[in-house]
Nanobody, 122 residues
Framework: QVQLVESGGGLVQAGGSLILSCAASGRTFSSYAVGWFRQAPGKERVFVAAIRWSGERIYYADSVKGRFTISRDNAKNTVYLQMNNLKPEDTAVYYC???????????????WGQGTQVTVSS
């Protein structure tokens, strides 16, 4: 069993930066892939970035490539999402998820956090 808690969301102006954290409990967290997803009002939840358990494989959605960086510290049971050059279209609730498979499909992730709101003003 893994419990996930996101933090670091907030209100930022376009062009600004935020760092989201996903803190996990559960001694097997380091064996899971972790993904970040986001959901804007009235829209479906979409993939943002994923990192394999060892950190050696990382994948980004085209919409955030070059602006967002995912990383993990298994010793701290934490995964980070550094978000730079934020745009109004990045506004959404951001969720982290842990799963056995490293991929972009939310249905394959078994554990989810409660989400953290990111709002980017123009």
């Amino acid at each position: 069993q893994v419990q996930l808690v996101e933090s670091g969301g907030g209100l930022v102006q376009a062009g600004g930066s935020l760092i989201l954290s996903c803190a996990a409990s559960g001694r097997t967290f380091s064996s899971y892939a972790v993904g970040w997803f986001r959901q804007a009002p009235g829209k479906e939840r979409v993939f943002v970035a994923a990192i394999r358990w060892s950190g050696e494989r990382i994948y980004y959605a085209d919409s955030v490539k070059g602006r967002f960086t995912i990383s993990r510290d298994n010793a701290k049971n934490t995964v980070y999402l550094q978000m730079n050059n934020l745009k109004p279209e990045d506004t959404a609730v951001y969720y982290c998820a842990a799963g056995s498979l490293y991929n972009t499909h939310p249905s394959t992730y078994q554990y989810w956090g409660q989400g953290t709101q990111v709002t980017v003003s123009s």
